[in-house]
């Protein structure tokens, strides 16, 4: 089995699959994955790189937007940088024009209910992660991922987590990924070796390298991490002239959550 015991499943959400690099990494380490991804474009272009992964069942691309309710809606893509495409046109546009396109509306809780329930679910949705959490919690607990992860510190993230019964977390800096490794032996699935890149979301479950807080402790840490970055930028508001380079660049932070054994 991929999975870390023979109990666990071997399968991985990836919600928001961009162009595919998580996608490829969860596949060429043993995982069935089903993708979500409501950029048709990028969910063709992934489709036929991966075709082969496709025509023997190891990967499914579902190409929807991630909401509540049924039927179509409207998406709304960056073309100059897809990264920030979303269901929401206030953070898709980062000063950019849009493309509007229709796509169908999917639940997630019908998703696992459809292929199974997940080892991991990787959520990186721009705007619409909270909804996607909101849908795992419809599900029974037995159906739960053993670990998840979501970008971004916003207290909604953690309430929601909280709520379905995790209460293990670490941070992780997307920015670092480039110098994070593999364990060895591998902890989840085949041991690859794999160079990440900044774009990826990086390793996950067992395989995280830092150590698991409870929540006490990691409320703690965040709330040091938005402290330093509110108080950095108050500094660059003030006295510009002291970062030559510009305002430093943070990175992006994901919580990865478990359940305590």
């Known amino acids: 089995m991929a999975a870390l015991h023979p109990q666990e499943p071997d399968l991985i959400l990836d919600l928001g699959m961009h162009e ?21 474009e990028l969910a063709e272009k992934v489709g036929n790189t991966l075709k082969e992964h496709q025509e023997s069942g190891a990967l499914t691309i579902v190409n929807a937007a991630i909401a509540d309710g049924e039927g179509e809606m409207t998406f709304y893509v960056n073309d100059h940088n897809p990264n920030f495409s979303s269901t929401d046109p206030t953070i898709a546009a980062k000063g950019q024009a849009l493309r509007e396109i229709t796509v169908p509306r999917v639940n997630i809780a019908d998703v696992v209910r ?12 721009e705007g619409a992660d909270g909804t996607a959490l909101d849908h795992l919690g419809q599900l029974p607990d037995l159906l739960h991922p053993s670990y998840i992860s979501v970008e ?8 929601s ?17 480039p110098n994070t490794r593999e364990p060895f032996p591998a902890l989840a699935g085949k041991f690859l070796n794999h160079k990440f890149k900044n774009s990826s979301s990086g390793m996950f479950g067992p395989e995280l390298s830092g150590r698991w807080l409870d929540f006490p402790e ?12 509110e108080r950095v930028r108050q500094e660059f508001k003030e006295s510009p002239e002291a970062f030559p380079e510009g305002l430093p660049l943070f990175g992006w932070f994901d ?7």
């Open 255 to 261: 919580i990865h959550a478990r359940r305590s054994n």
């Open 218 to 229: 990691a409320v703690r840490q965040r709330d040091r991490i938005m402290s330093y970055r």
């Open 161 to 177: 987590l909280t709520r379905m019964g995790y209460n293990q977390f670490q941070f992780v800096n997307q920015r670092y990924h």
């Open 152 to 159: 971004g510190l916003s207290d909604q993230n953690f309430r």
């Open 114 to 125: 459809r292929h199974g329930r997940p080892f991991y679910v990787k959520i990186d949705l």
């Open 20 to 40: 595919g690099r998580d996608t490829e990494y969860y596949l060429a380490k043993g995982f069935r994955v089903v993708a979500v991804e409501a950029n048709t």
